[in-house]
């Protein structure tokens, strides 16, 4: 990848009309009029158009966003190399692209560094800015996941878990609720907009609308979601040039809004015009948080060796529901069944130190700086109370985390779930960067919960049957 490095990136000339949503609205259903967004031209069938990788770009998802194959790509770039995971950011490229009607705007609203919970968010003080404001969410406190939190506390607690920065959900609050300068509070338990019981209050409404975030940024980084409908029922098709970070604020409002008022969201007046006043310009502040090639350190499996455990979880979501598929699951030997804790500890996959320790959650920081906002970290969740490795203390590989169990979020039966982060970012257990673990290599399935681990011509099912075709025996030699 170092030829790559090398390359110039110098940006193209922008390959962008100006046509106003009046135009484009009459030509898909006379829809309502709003202030003009930046459209593209429409192509020739495999038309070479000029992109510049951005921070996170992998083939499978260049392909499927630009509507062709990774063959192509590689045929009209041959200088990337075989075994590339991510693209290097600002690499020119030329990808071969077949138009597809509705796509969306290029205006971009946020770089992926500051939409994710990573490096750039260090330093930055979520309780201390919001104190500092005039409006209602400084007085604001409520109870929350254990403990009475201030409205800044739980904007910090929920981009924790989610791995969202805490100033893109500020600027969501203040651009829905007036949450920094208003000093009114909503009347509505659902100041967000998204009208369910079950996500009544601040809390839960913030977390609908991060694990929302989440589904739209990783859908589009994988490219598995290209698409998504309005509630008018206009398709919108993201620009394939667009980063996922303004692709996942674009899903988020488009399961508010439709028309004028998710044009304006996603536009210069919207959220972005609301962020620039709070925080300053975004993209001064762009600092790609994933690297040319990424790679995945050594990882043992998460128990001893010789002991068999089954493998309970193919891909399914890091945290929340949906996007991102970043974790898997495995389950010890049943002693007594249920979700009483194990006997056999789950064991740290390599050496770090543990960043966070808390109910049913450690989450282990592979570069030892203690941040679980940098590096790669390794993100497990039930975890027992009883045995949990406890917050500040370095853990070599193979040492025990804690003992497996149903605690912390939703669990059918007694088992460990692992994920990854890197720099923030939930790495999905699948693609071009897919978890390995001493060799054994995850593969999705048709379904959240389904796929296999395959090491060779080995192949491990996910079942949580815990059946003889999903054990797994940690230890052994390669191949």
């Not at 590689?74 to 995971?85: C, F, G, M, V």
């Not at 762009?286 to 043992?300: N, R, T």
Request: aromatic residues 10%; proline residues 10%; glycine residues 10%.
């Amino acid at each position: 990848m170092a030829a790559l490095l090398a390359l110039s990136s110098c940006l193209p000339p922008a390959d962008v009309e100006s046509l106003s949503l009046e135009a484009t609205a009459a030509a898909q259903d006379g829809g309502p009029t709003a202030t003009p967004l930046p459209t593209r031209p429409q192509y020739n069938p495999g038309e070479l158009v000029e992109y510049i990788a951005q921070t996170g770009d992998t083939l499978p998802a260049l392909a499927r966003r630009f509507n062709t194959t990774e063959a192509e790509i590689r045929a009209a770039n041959p200088q990337i190399p075989l075994d590339a995971t991510t693209m290097p950011p600002g690499m020119p490229m030329q990808i071969p692209i077949y138009y597809l009607p509705f796509w969306g705007t290029p205006f971009k609203i946020l770089p992926d560094n500051l939409f994710v919970n990573g490096p750039s968010a260090v330093s930055f003080d979520t309780e201390a800015f919001v104190a500092s404001q005039p409006g209602w969410l400084k007085d604001f406190s409520a109870y929350a996941a254990g403990a009475v939190r201030s409205g800044g506390g739980l904007v910090e607690y929920v981009a924790l878990n989610y791995s969202i920065d805490p100033r893109l959900l500020l600027a969501i609050l203040e651009y829905q609720t007036g949450a920094l300068s208003r000093p009114e509070r909503p009347d509505s338990p659902y100041m967000l907009g998204y009208r369910d019981y079950n996500r009544s209050g601040l809390y839960l409404q913030l977390i609908w609308a991060a694990n929302t975030l989440n589904n739209g940024y990783y859908g589009w980084r994988t490219g598995l979601q290209t698409s998504f409908e309005l509630p008018d029922g206009r398709l919108e098709r993201p620009d394939p040039w667009q980063n996922a970070g303004t692709v996942g604020i674009q899903y988020y409002y488009s399961r508010l809004y439709s028309g004028v008022e998710y044009q304006t969201a996603i536009g210069p007046d919207g959220l972005a015009r609301v962020y620039r006043s709070l925080f300053g310009d975004p993209w001064a502040m762009e600092d790609p948080h994933i690297p040319v090639s990424l790679q995945q350190p050594p990882l043992l499996l998460p128990f001893a060796p010789g002991e068999v455990w089954a493998y309970t979880g193919g891909p399914h979501t890091g945290w929340g529901s949906g996007e991102p598929y970043a974790a898997i699951d495995f389950a010890p030997p049943a002693v007594i069944g249920g979700c009483s804790a194990s006997e056999r500890p789950a064991l740290a996959v390599a050496d770090g130190v543990v960043a966070r320790s808390e109910s049913g959650i450690v989450v282990l920081d592979l570069d030892g700086d203690g941040d679980e906002r940098t590096g790669w970290v390794i993100f497990y969740l039930h975890v027992a109370t009883g045995g949990r490795a406890p917050e500040g203390v370095f853990l070599r590989a193979g040492d025990p985390v804690g003992y497996p169990s149903c605690e912390r979020g939703s669990a059918t039966g007694t088992h460990i779930h692992i994920a990854r982060k890197y720099n923030g970012e939930w790495i999905p257990a699948d693609g071009p960067l897919a978890f390995n673990l001493e060799g054994w290599v995850a593969h999705n399935g048709n379904a959240p919960y389904q796929g296999t681990l395959t090491r060779g011509n080995r192949v491990v099912i996910a079942c949580d049957c815990s059946d003889a075709a999903s054990q797994v025996r940690a230890g052994e030699p390669w191949p």
